[in-house]
C-alpha cells in the first residue's frame, strides 16, 4: 500500500502521540518542541505539560506537521512551520538568506521498523505540499552535509543534504551550525502555490 501524508490535526493528535510521545506519560521528552518555542518555555515545560502543549499546537487551524501512513499505520512525522514563528527566525549560526517569509521543515522522524523504505522522501514530500497549500512562498531545511556518510541515529533528524536535494532543494547558504559533526547547510525550494501539491500530498 502507497504511504500517504496527512495534517497532524487534533484528529489526529493521538497518531502525534505515538510518534513523539513518551511510553511512559509523565516522561520528559522533546516532543518536537526544542527547536519550536523559545528556551525559556522548552525549560519550563516538563512531562506531561509538553504533551499538552502539542495538543494545542495540533488544534489550532495550521497543523504543526504531518504524519505518514502505511495504510492506517502512523510511520513517519515531518515537523512544519512559518520560520518566523520559530526559534531559527533569531538564529546566529543559521542565516537568512533573505527577508522571504519562509517555511521551515526540520524535522523529520520514521518509526523504528519502518526504516530505509523511502518514507523520509514521502514525510519531506508532503511538508513541502502543506506549506505550498498554506500560502508559503519557499521553504527550507537545515540539513547535515554528510556527503554520503553514515549520521547518528539522534541527530538524524534535521535530514541529509542529499535527502532534500532529491526533493529539489537547492543549497542556499552554508551555516555556523553542525548536527553529529558534520555542517549543516540551508537548503531552499520556491514554491508555485499555483500549481498545487505536486508530491505524496493527500490532504
Known sequence: MPISIKPAGSE????????????RPDANVCWCLSHRIESKLNRELVGPARGDYM????????????????????????????????????????????????????????????????ISHHLLAGA???AAEQGAPAIEGYPADTQGQKMDLTMAFVG????????????????????????????????????????SWSG
Open 12 to 23: 489526529r493528535f493521538d497518531d502525534v502521540a505515538v510518534m513523539l510521545g513518551p511510553k
Open 55 to 118: 495538543r494545542e499546537l495540533c488544534a489550532r487551524p495550521v497543523a504543526p506537521g504531518v504524519l505518514a501512513y502505511d495504510g492506517d499505520e502512523v510511520v513517519g512525522w515531518a515537523a512544519v512551520a512559518p520560520r518566523a514563528e520559530l526559534p531559527f527566525a533569531r538564529s546566529t549560526k543559521i542565516p537568512h538568506v533573505d527577508d522571504l517569509p519562509v517555511w521551515s521543515v526540520w524535522c523529520l522522524r520514521v518509526r523504528p521498523g519502518h526504516r530505509r523504505q523511502g
Open 128 to 130: 513541502v505540499d502543506y
Open 160 to 199: 541529509t543534504r542529499k535527502l532534500f536535494e532529491d526533493a529539489g532543494f537547492t543549497l542556499a547558504s552554508t551555516t555556523d551550525a553542525v548536527a553529529g559533526g558534520f555542517p549543516r547547510v540551508v537548503m531552499r525550494r520556491a514554491l508555485d502555490v499555483a500549481s498545487g501539491p505536486a508530491g
